[in-house]
């Protein structure tokens, strides 16, 4: 399952079921979307039961960031990788005549389809 800014909302949230093998979320939103809507992050990234993939801008809030709270609570199961110089949204809108926003989306694109060949069934 894949999910860019909110979408990694309902990636977290039904990565709690043994039916998703794996979830990967592009500059993720959902610490955003869990304080709104009154629910503890730590507790729901304690439910998760795949592996995951956060590949994160250099904007991004801490927990979603290496070292942060979805590190410390999913450990063995998420992998983060850290974009320093994007901003948010960049695999999706980002302007792919610049040159570090191109070689990004490239990278991204191709870490996704490794995650995704190792962790699906």
């Not at 979408?7 to 592009?26: E, N, Q, R, W």
Request: charged fraction near 20%; aromatic fraction near 6%.
């Amino acid at each position: 399952m894949i999910g860019t800014c909110w979408g990694s909302y309902p990636v977290v949230h039904l990565s709690m079921f043994d039916t998703i093998s794996a979830g990967v979320s592009m500059h993720p939103s959902h610490p955003i979307l869990m304080a709104t809507a009154g629910e503890d992050e730590a507790e729901v990234l304690g439910l998760i039961q795949s592996p995951q993939l956060f590949l994160v801008e250099g904007d991004a809030v801490d927990s979603v960031k290496p070292g942060g709270l979805a590190e410390e609570v999913l450990g063995d199961k998420l992998t983060v990788v850290e974009f320093p110089d994007m901003t948010h949204g960049w695999t999706v809108r980002g302007d792919l005549g610049e040159p570090d926003v191109a070689r990004d989306v490239l990278r991204a694109k191709q870490l996704v389809l490794d995650f995704f060949e190792t962790n699906l069934n």
